[in-house]
């Protein structure tokens, strides 16, 4: 080494390999023109010393596998020593030359151990398109149905525990619950499935658990809600939606009649109502716009009277960015189950905020309206109907229809 000073010596060392020791390895200037420098050993090909702009040193090993010279980080500096780091990648070495590959080993390991909780991470990241309400259900169904699973490598799921679970959720009673559950867990299997690979281009997910729930008939068959505010039980009950609004009454409870009626007149969806904004609504246009439907196609519905009466009301006492403000105008209404309960107490007929808008479909179905009319009117596409997608409705197209829907008058008459 001449005896000259330590940086000059690295500079004089160029490409060449060097020994590395202690002393080299202290001594190895931060490199300032790029990322990060390298430096061989002399004594082990293959060996060698990575600096980076941060200062950080760690050792590697390089060797070409398979036609490309792969690189493996053995450890940091201070961690190991240089003799350990040596021996490290004396066994790496040593692993290449019996045919073995220990990138992909190792990558294989990795991804085999990834827990059900990594996968979810990984699967909200790639299921851009999600609504925030499916992420919100989807994380229900895994934290609290399958709490104990999440941390849990998912190549130890097997088709014995999830029948078992799926039948211990459906046996409190909660059956659609467990169909819920289990196909959110299906959907991210298939994605850790097409997603991780064992380094060898195999899918450490050979076969998706959740599958044996098809191959053994063990879905549990649930019949499709079909509840709905009955024609002879309107006038009550809006006549009961209509006492919340009385005088004395909170104010909250003014806003929850006025969510009660919208969805009557709309058919809109629960979530749709409750999260309006005033910035989609137009009381000119006399049009509402829903962005962000859960088909994922925006939504224009026209106002007819009734509906513009109750948006103009709501306008003229608005507290928030919200159509329907929640308590104290803070953020927007959330389901009013207190509410409703006693307007079921008053009319003696249950509901629940869906059933409205089954109502409404009803209605629509007695006016001799087109099936296409009323799929555009409920925002509903048929992802199986070619046509659909040659059909573009004009809001235009559906005013007529919402106007010659029963009135706020005619639902109150017995």
């Not at 209509?242 to 629960?270: C, E, Q, W, Y």
């Not at 999260?275 to 859960?294: A, C, F, G, N, Y």
Request: glycine share 6%.
């Amino acid at each position: 080494m001449g005896g000259c000073c330590f940086a000059s010596e690295w500079s004089c060392y160029g490409n060449q390999p060097v020994k590395l020791t202690k002393r080299v390895v202290d001594q190895a200037p931060i490199p300032t023109d790029r990322g990060q420098a390298f430096l061989r050993d002399s004594v082990l090909p293959g060996f060698g010393l990575r600096v980076t702009a941060k200062g950080t040193k760690s050792f590697i090993v390089e060797k070409r596998i398979d036609g490309r010279v792969r690189r493996q980080t053995l450890g940091r500096y201070g961690v190991l020593t240089v003799e350990q780091a040596r021996r490290e990648a004396q066994k790496f070495l040593g692993q290449v030359a019996m045919g073995v590959n220990p990138i992909a080993e190792r990558q294989a390991q990795a991804a085999k151990a990834i827990t059900l909780r990594e996968v979810f991470t990984d699967f909200l990241a790639a299921r851009k398109q999600l609504s925030p309400n499916t992420i919100k259900d989807y994380t229900y169904h895994l934290e609290n149905h399958l709490a104990a699973w999440m941390d849990k490598p998912i190549t130890g799921i097997t088709k014995h525990m999830v029948a078992r679970r799926h039948r211990e959720i459906g046996e409190t009673g909660a059956k659609a619950q467990a169909n819920a559950v289990f196909r959110t867990l299906k959907s991210v299997l298939n994605f850790a499935k097409h997603h991780y690979d064992d380094g060898k281009g195999q899918s450490i997910l050979p076969y998706n658990p959740v599958e044996v729930l098809g191959h053994t008939r063990a879905w549990y068959r649930v019949e499709r809600r079909r509840g709905v505010i009955k024609v002879h039980q309107l006038p009550a009950w809006y006549r009961a939606v209509m006492d919340l609004k009385a005088p004395a009454t909170p104010t909250s409870n003014h806003v929850i009649a006025d969510l009660l009626r919208l969805l009557l007149f709309t058919g809109l969806r629960s979530s749709e109502a409750r999260e309006l904004r005033w910035e989609h609504v137009d009381l000119q246009d006399r049009t509402l716009t829903i962005p962000d439907p859960k088909n994922r196609h925006t939504f224009v519905l026209p106002l007819s009277d009734v509906v513009q009466n109750i948006l103009e009301e709501r306008w003229a006492l608005r507290m928030n960015e919200y159509v329907f403000p929640g308590r104290d105008g803070k953020g927007h209404l959330v389901e009013p189950k207190r509410a409703m309960a006693k307007v079921t107490e008053a009319c003696g007929t249950r509901f629940t905020l869906h059933d409205l808008r089954r109502t409404y479909a009803t209605v629509l179905d007695t006016m001799d309206l087109s099936r296409t009319t009323i799929k555009r009117l409920l925002n509903h596409r048929s992802g199986y109907d070619v046509t659909d997608g040659y059909i573009v409705t004009d809001v235009e197209r559906l005013r007529q229809p919402v106007h010659t829907k029963p009135s706020a008058d005619s639902v109150q008459k017995p």
